[in-house]
């Protein structure tokens, strides 16, 4: 089971399993595929990048972390994270 933080959100986890599915992604194809607003997505995509769960390899291009997948798979508990910026 997931261990989710108290400053994410459902779509942070759709985030991140869409990141698990395609390997990467950019803000506006995974709001086209999650049908969430592509300016939302890309807010969402910045925190989850200052938490270590996604990384931004170039601007607006974001990748699955260790740290991601060990969330997906219930083995990191967000809560614990900090905030980088």
Do not use: Q
């Not at 990141?19 to 992604?25: I, M, P, R, S």
């Not at 931004?56 to 060990?70: D, H, K």
Request: with cysteine; aromatic share 8%; glycine share 10%.
């Amino acid at each position: 089971m997931r261990k989710r933080a108290e400053w994410m959100t459902r779509a942070d986890d759709e985030i991140l399993e869409y990141l698990e599915t395609h390997g990467a992604g950019t803000p506006k194809s995974i709001a086209d595929e999650i049908e969430r607003n592509n300016d939302y997505i890309g807010t969402r995509c910045r925190m989850l990048a200052s938490y270590g769960l996604v990384d931004r390899p170039s601007r607006g291009f974001y990748v699955l972390t260790e740290s991601g997948n060990a969330y997906l798979d219930g083995e990191l508990d967000a809560s614990g994270l900090e905030d980088d910026r």
